[in-house]
């Protein structure tokens, strides 16, 4: 008998060190697609539309692949159903939005890469509700936060749009017309934008940073403190590409922002806040900082 216990104790250590071995290697692979191949494409400024499709479903992929691996431990990555929902819904939306600002890129609805992702969300989709009973309740709390990321998003888009400012050049604000006729444009852009920056980055770099790294640093007793700083860091690395053209960019807009990031995901263990700041911030950043040229420089 108690041989037999021994054996089943023995074959769950055998399943759970397998199933760490595949999250880290998904990690890893996630890490590889976000890092080393965007920002270095990126940084010598290689714009093959057709990389970036591809680069785009092998990261959409993995993490919905991720979520799914990770079904019963989603709690440890600060994933929970309203995240899950915003994943499946916000990818495939975001080719309907540059469908609609009629972009030239085949990731635009109803392009091939485009209908790959739709197919991805719709299995994804179906194979949670197969599997109904293991996917956590969707929690009022999410909601709260994701209207608080969205809050604090704005906030820190405001505080940081003086400095940005300085990254726009003179001959880039234009002087014609109304400032208020500009501020009514510019305003009228956020919503839908807010929605493409949270299909577009939020679905891919939030799972990533703040999600899987911040759980798989958390099993290896990092202190959070530390996971962190290092999320920040790393997230500010995989941005390098803009050390040159952007440098107030990258030495100081987006590690500012990462922090915020994973401040939100750290304090309400969950990533819908995280996302609806990213989703924010990303669509009122520049916007902001370039009506604060106008005043600084008109």
């Known amino acids: 008998m108690e041989k037999t216990r021994e054996n089943s104790m023995n074959e769950q ?3 759970t060190s397998r199933h760490q071995q595949v999250s880290w290697i998904l990690l890893l692979g996630l890490l590889f697609l976000r890092i080393p191949l965007i920002a270095i494409l990126k940084y010598f400024r290689v714009e093959l539309d057709w990389i970036d499709a591809i680069v785009r479903i092998g990261t959409y ?3 919905v692949f991720m979520i799914w691996w990770e079904i019963d431990h989603l709690a440890e990555f600060h994933i929970d159903t309203f995240v899950i929902m915003i994943v499946i819904l916000f990818g495939p939306i975001q ?11 085949l990731l635009v609805f109803p392009n091939i890469p485009s209908l790959i992702i739709w197919l991805i969300s719709i299995v994804f989709a ?7 009973s293991r996917v956590p309740q969707l929690k009022p709390a999410s909601l709260k936060w994701f209207f608080i990321g969205t809050l ?5 888009s405001s505080v940081l749009s003086f400095p940005f400012s300085f990254q726009i050049l003179s001959e880039q604000v234009s002087y014609g017309g109304s400032v208020k006729a500009v501020l009514v444009d510019i305003l009228a852009d956020i919503p839908l934008d807010f929605v493409n920056q949270i299909g577009y980055a939020a679905v891919i770099e939030e799972p ?3 999600g899987f790294l911040w759980g798989h640093l958390k099993k290896l007793d990092w202190h959070e403190k530390w996971i962190w700083l290092f999320q920040a860091g790393l997230f500010t690395l995989g941005h390098f590409y803009y050390i040159n053209t952007d440098p107030i960019l990258f030495w ?7 922090l915020v990031f994973g401040w939100l995901a750290w304090r309400s263990r969950t ?9 924010i911030i990303n669509s009122t950043g520049y916007s902001f900082a370039y009506l604060v040229a106008l005043f600084r420089l008109g």
């Open 13 to 15: 250590l055998s399943d």
């Open 61 to 63: 992929s993995l993490t």
């Open 95 to 105: 080719t309907l939005i540059w469908s609609y600002w009629k972009l030239t890129r």
């Open 126 to 132: 179906f194979a949670l509700w197969r599997d109904r």
């Open 152 to 156: 604090v998003g704005l906030v820190a």
């Open 208 to 210: 990533l940073f703040r």
């Open 252 to 258: 100081m807009i987006i590690p500012v922002n990462a």
């Open 271 to 279: 990533l819908a806040s995280s996302m609806a700041a990213h989703g």
